[in-house]
């Protein structure tokens, strides 16, 4: 004859031992902390994958990259384009945009406001063509998408320019 034995542990109380609120003690913190480093995970999951999936969507076929060589290459024509002279070494770059023979360069000088630079290639050379300056709201993106194609700037590089500033 086998006989089985059902025990219930109070979750609290006095009745319970010094051994058994030891292992409740050490399992109530073992679960909130797997718990904390899940969600912490989903968290960081889902930054990472909205961040990606904005910036795919807006930017999709624009070059985005800021590296030593294209800050080599655009300083010197942002601090040629600007009226007041700044040295190329003090031009600070956000972000820079390429998309055909067309970019832009989201800057930041000691002389001016923050702005984005609009270059086109032209025979081989990038010839500064205009600057957009200012605050934007995420609402004003199909405003900035036209101003930049008034310019000649193609549809990616202007959906890309207005997600850049809106952000």
Excluded at 10 to 30: H, K, Q, R, V, W
Excluded at 52 to 64: Q, R, T
Excluded at 105 to 128: E, R
Aim: glycine share 8%.
């Amino acid at each position: 004859m086998t006989i089985h034995r059902t025990t219930t542990i109070p979750i609290s109380g006095p009745s319970n031992t010094n051994e058994e609120n030891a292992l409740m003690s050490e399992s109530n913190g073992l679960i909130p902390r797997c718990a904390k480093i899940v969600m912490i995970g989903l968290m960081g999951l889902a930054t990472t994958l909205t961040f990606a999936f904005a910036a795919n969507g807006a930017c999709d076929g624009v070059k985005v990259d800021v590296t030593k060589a294209r800050k080599q290459e655009y300083a010197p024509l942002v601090a040629s384009a600007l009226d007041n002279k700044v040295k190329p070494a003090r031009v600070k770059f956000i972000t820079i945009m390429e998309n055909g023979n067309w970019s832009a360069a989201y800057v930041s000088t000691p002389v001016s406001d923050d702005g984005v630079m609009f270059f086109q290639t032209v025979d081989g050379k990038k010839q500064f063509r205009d600057v957009w300056g200012g605050y934007a709201d995420p609402s004003e993106k199909p405003e900035l998408v036209s101003w930049a194609k008034k310019l000649g700037a193609p549809q990616d590089l202007a959906k890309c320019f207005a997600e850049e500033v809106t952000e």
